[in-house]
């Protein structure tokens, strides 16, 4: 059922990461605090329009992306490299898994951690290419 309703969240979950490229864009070219707040603004009405279950989903598969795959991380750089290990479950089997202990979560603690997390798009990317979304 998780996994299902992943598939069929692709789409809100790509708007969520698009958001926040056009808010590292803003700020990068200094376009000013007022867009980068409408687009913040944008970003925390998606996420809260969203239903329990499609936050628990949507937590879920940054869940898969954060966990899943090993990260190297160079402290004399910014730079960080996936190390991309072989993924032995299948996507019900990840979802179920990292789903394990957000189903005891409601929809504001969920909601809040996605919102307030900071590397949303980089989990949910990751999540979304271990479980073929």
């Known amino acids: 059922m998780l996994y299902s309703l992943a598939v069929s969240l692709a789409g809100r979950m790509r708007a ?10 803003a700020e990068r070219n200094h376009l000013g605090k007022e867009i980068v707040r409408a687009l913040e603004q944008k970003r925390s009405e998606l996420i809260n329009s969203c239903t329990r279950d ?6 879920t598969v940054m869940n898969v992306g954060r966990s899943e795959r090993g ?5 004399d750089r910014e730079d960080v490299e996936i190390i991309h290990l072989p993924i ?3 996507g019900p089997e990840l979802m179920q898994k990292y789903s394990y202990y957000l189903v005891h979560r409601t929809k504001q603690e ?9 590397a949303v798009s980089e989990q949910l990317k990751e999540g979304m290419e ?4």
Do not use: C, D, P, Q
């Not at 969520?16 to 864009?25: F, G, K, L």
């Not at 990260?71 to 402290?75: D, L, S, V």
């Open 16 to 25: 969520i990461m698009e958001i926040e490229s056009e808010m590292v864009e």
């Open 54 to 59: 499609e936050l628990l989903v949507i937590k």
């Open 71 to 75: 990260y190297r991380y160079y402290f």
């Open 88 to 90: 032995e479950l299948t």
């Open 110 to 118: 969920l909601a809040y951690g996605i919102e307030y997390y900071t």
């Open 130 to 133: 271990i479980l073929k979304l």
